[in-house]
């Protein structure tokens, strides 16, 4: 891979995309700054993984473009998109060892260079896994499985980082020592970062934006501030209950 030198994010645009799984009609219209953590959040069905896909390019729009930066990636498949992206579970090859499922991310045949396999090194130093390079998946725990999947995002490079529901399975202490790990990586990198979760209070740890989808759409967009107080987007506050002040309240 000839990426290896360090990129600054990228803005995403959805440019009035549309995109059905037969039943469910989707439609976005939205710009994503580059180098900033934007939380997206929604209903359950209401499109966030989809618009994820979307930009990764595991779907593609049945019309409208999709441009990463200043390129038009619509009709480029995953593999060549600049684009990382990490799930709740299941970022690992389970016969993989921990250096090997990192190194995948600079090599999928894994023939790495000395280079490469010092970038390995320095990522999972980075990520607190020196020591375990040599675990199976199964020998780990989930907060040190999402450890290993973001190592290999280090390694791999890209400017954009889609991470869905990636913390969603570990209990809040974990939870919050991932996030803070993620802020670090994010900006010593300047990812452009979209970050799918159902916790409001993580949105608002981490992100500078919100993107809030309802029913397959954009229903509102905007500085993370904006959405928690009383003035905040409707939609958001239905979602969330009406308690919107005990959030403003709490998370000083
Ligand atoms: P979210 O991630 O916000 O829960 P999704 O993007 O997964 O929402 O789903 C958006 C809509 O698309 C929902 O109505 C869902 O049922 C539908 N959907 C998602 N994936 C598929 C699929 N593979 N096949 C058919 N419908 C799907
Ligand atoms: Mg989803």
Redesign the pocket.
Known sequence: MSEHVQQAGAAVRLDDVRFS????Q?RFDVEIRPAAITAVM??????????L?LVAGFEKPDSGRVFIGHNDVTAVPPAARPVSMMFQENNLFAHLDVAANVGLGRSPSLRLTPADRAAVAAALERTGLAGKDHRLPRELSGGERQRVALARILVRNRPVLLL?EPFGSLGPALREDMLELLVGVQAERAMTVLF?THQPGDARLIAQDMVF?EE?AVAATGAVETFFDETGPEAFRRYIGTDITEFARKRT
């Open positions: 799984y037969g039943e469910a989707m929604g209903p359950s069905g209401s499109g966030k993984s989809t618009l896909n869905d799918v989808l397959g």
